[in-house]
């Protein structure tokens, strides 16, 4: 090969070295853009799955709080039921102790 011939090969070369580092740059910056938008979906959707999540959590803590006040406020109902029955049956017993109370008053004051 001559001189001339072997510089056209070397020029050949790098010239086709030179695009082939620009393809693999520009195939580099589209892989990392790609994995770029890639995370941020994956960001994204992992946010969403952990407000979604928050927000089971949340609307079964209500649920179980509203379900304790409902079977509190069953109770305190029950409660109160049974006092105002208990005083209710103890209603003539008081009266009847009033009646006697007075009448012992009224014996006592009349001697």
């Known amino acids: 090969m001559d001189k001339a011939a072997l510089l056209q090969a070397i020029k050949e070369a790098e010239a086709k070295a030179a ?5 693999a740059q520009a195939q580099k910056v589209a892989a990392v853009a790609a994995a770029h ?4 979906r994956i960001r994204r ?27 509190k406020l069953a109770s305190g109902r029950v409660r109160i039921r049974k006092k105002r029955e208990l005083a209710e049956a103890a209603v003539p017993h008081v009266a009847d102790f ?7 008053a009224a014996r006592a004051g009349f001697r």
């Open 45 to 71: 959707e992992g946010l969403a799955a952990v407000d979604q999540q928050a927000a089971a959590q949340i609307a079964e803590a209500r649920r179980r709080i509203d379900a304790e006040k409902a079977e």
């Open 19 to 23: 695009k082939d580092s620009e393809e």
């Open 37 to 40: 938008a890639e995370a941020e």
């Open 98 to 104: 009033l009646v006697e109370e007075f009448e012992r």
